[in-house]
């Protein structure tokens, strides 16, 4: 799979911040992404009729419903389960690593971050699996 | 070494009347000044900046998202944050959210002055010359030093170098500046870690492993002083718990800084903060320590006690009138100075909002150092002895501060200089004695020759 074909679910409740990782992923050539800013509306996008992804990346707090809460339901459903799941987090917020990790997340980050270093990582992941 | 390079600094959306300040950084450096909006933000700018100064303008952007919006535009940068929002101005969050450093303005005007003049020095690679005050104090005479000394002369505004890496201390030179009434030679920024090598194997001669130098001793309590107050700034700080950690962190800073010396030599503790070139908090980290040697000197009050006042006395002023703030009281309208005469009110209204248990006499202390000797003082209008003797010394040691620091233009005053200037000052117009004239006599005995020699008051027991 190529940036290019990926299908990636992008989450933050900061229109900046969904807008930055967005212009940094088109740059990496990523040209199908779908934005949400909670978990509500990323299970909405996720639920729509024929829609497909390949990996959600997801802010950890956010109101309503925070990213962790996403990242538990996903895993706890029959459908989205094996979809891979980067969790990105500020500095300043009280998150664990461990947390994210037993809740099944792939990969974690810490912002800043490179987007599409982690996008590279992740689609070789997939094209591992695929083989 | 590398050739000097011109650093660029991008400013989106600063004032331009809070840049006087900064002048000395901003002429050394390629300006590019943005307005603050998402995209402008987002873009990349060329050349690309070496420093960001950002400040806050409404709420469409709140603070969080800007910190880490620049920080993933900007991953080396230093990005620094200005606002002029107090009640939601939480530098310990801008920092963890991204911003290098976070400034309220105008009041950390003289902070953001200092830390922008370092980070284009550093950036300019020796383009722009910093240097960072040394207290002779703390270097022992005949040893040789690996990094080059200045003196600085305020009336000509001039740094003259007088001793070069390998150089021994000069010692005639050090009496010399010594009848200047200066305690400090001037290190050049890039040479400051040599300087604390080299204490730091004093201090281990010494044994002294608790120790440190006189000039970290007042690096450290200004930037604790910062760290202890900008805590205090936000509106939101309203637990008895928050409040008790604050009281815990003014403790703290008390008896490991302010009360903290390797000297017993009164009168020599005095002197070392004279001739203080910094502007904003060493300000109140110099008066909490005088306060609290004169108060021993004079025999008043517990130092703790006088120190705390000290450290608090002038928080008040974060609650004045920006446009108040950003003016020196002398040049306020009568108007304004009726307002800015609030601040010793607004200082203990500030503390008890905190839920910061400080005592009466503390209180008593802040509230009234502005009160005058012959009762034209502010806010109560106080004379004499109605005026509690703790805030007498806190008046005297604010006053003193004052007077004997740098003054660009001017020579420094030394000690006894700066008490017969008050003393006469008082003695020519009865009218305008504004200091208990017992305690500026008896501190003036307390600097004659003699008694210097006799190390003045017996405090080796206060410390």
């Known amino acids: ?131 | 070494m590398s050739d000097p390079v011109k650093p660029v600094i991008a400013m989106f959306g600063v004032d331009k009347e809070i840049e006087g300040p900064l002048a000395r950084s901003l002429n050394a450096c390629e300006i590019i000044r943005k307005p603050v909006d998402l995209d402008t933000l987002m873009a990349e700018l060329t050349p690309v900046p070496n420093i960001i100064i950002v400040q806050k303008t409404g709420t469409e952007i709140n603070d969080q998202e800007l910190a880490q919006t620049l920080r993933m535009v900007y991953q080396e940068q230093v990005v620094y944050f200005l606002t002029k929002d107090k009640p939601t101005y939480n530098r310990k969050n801008l920092r963890k959210n991204g911003f290098t450093d976070a400034y309220l303005i105008p009041l950390e005007i003289h902070e953001l002055a200092k830390d922008l003049e370092i980070s284009v020095s550093i950036a300019s690679k020796g383009g722009l010359k910093v240097f960072r005050p040394v207290k002779i104090i703390d270097l022992k005479p005949n040893d040789t030093l690996d990094f080059e000394t200045s003196v600085y002369f305020p009336v000509n505004k001039k740094y003259i170098k007088v001793g070069a890496a390998g150089d021994t201390i000069n010692e005639e030179l050090v009496i010399k500046i010594a009848n200047k009434h200066q305690n400090s030679l001037y290190v050049p920024l890039d040479q400051m870690k040599r300087f604390y090598e080299y204490s730091a194997e004093k201090l281990m001669e010494l044994n002294d492993d608790a120790g440190m130098s006189e000039t970290e001793r007042q690096e450290r309590l200004t930037t604790a002083i910062r760290e202890l107050l900008t805590g205090m700034y936000r509106s939101d700080v309203t637990s008895f718990e928050e409040g008790q950690a604050l009281m815990n962190d003014c403790k703290e800073i008390v008896k490991k800084l302010v009360l903290h010396s390797g000297s017993n030599n009164w009168a020599e503790r005095v002197y070392q903060l004279i001739d203080d070139k910094e502007n904003g908090y060493s300000h109140a980290g110099a008066v909490s320590t005088l306060a609290a040697l004169f108060g021993m000197g004079l025999g008043i009050g517990k130092p703790d006690e006088l120190a705390l006042a000290g450290l608090l006395h002038d928080i008040g002023t974060a609650e004045l009138p920006v446009e108040i703030q950003a003016l020196p009281p002398e040049k306020l309208t009568p108007q304004q100075f009726d307002i800015y005469k609030t601040h010793p009110e607004l200082s203990i209204k500030l503390i008890k909002e905190r839920k910061i248990n400080v005592s009466d006499m503390v209180a008593k202390t802040i509230v009234q150092h502005h009160e005058y000797f012959n009762g034209q003082g502010y806010p109560k209008g106080l004379y004499g002895d109605r005026i509690i003797k703790e805030a007498q010394v806190l008046a005297i040691a604010d006053r003193f501060h004052y007077l004997t620091k740098v003054e660009e233009g001017k020579p420094v005053l030394s000690p006894k200089d700066a008490l017969q200037k008050m003393i006469q000052a008082q003695a020519e117009r009865p009218d305008a004695i504004h200091y208990n004239p017992e305690f500026l006599r008896k501190l003036l005995v307390l600097f004659s020759p003699q008694n210097e020699e006799k190390s003045g008051p017996d405090i080796a027991k206060a410390g």
């Open chain 1, 1 to 131: 799979m190529t940036n290019a074909e990926a299908r990636i679910l992008l989450i933050d409740d900061m229109p900046t911040i969904r807008k930055l990782v967005k212009m940094q992923l088109e740059k990496a050539g990523a040209k199908h992404i779908s934005e949400a800013a909670d978990g509500h509306q990323a299970w909405e996008k996720l639920s729509e009729p024929g829609a497909y992804f390949d990996v959600i990346i997801s802010d950890w707090m956010m109101p309503n419903c925070t990213g962790i809460d996403l990242l538990r339901r996903v895993r706890s459903s029959e459908k989205y389960k094996d979809i891979p799941f980067i969790m990105v987090t500020a500095e300043a917020e009280k998150c664990s690593v461990v947390e994210a990790k037993q809740a099944g997340c792939t990969d974690y980050v810490t912002k800043p971050f490179d987007v599409p270093m982690l996008l590279a990582r992740i689609i070789k992941l997939l094209d591992s699996k695929a083989a």
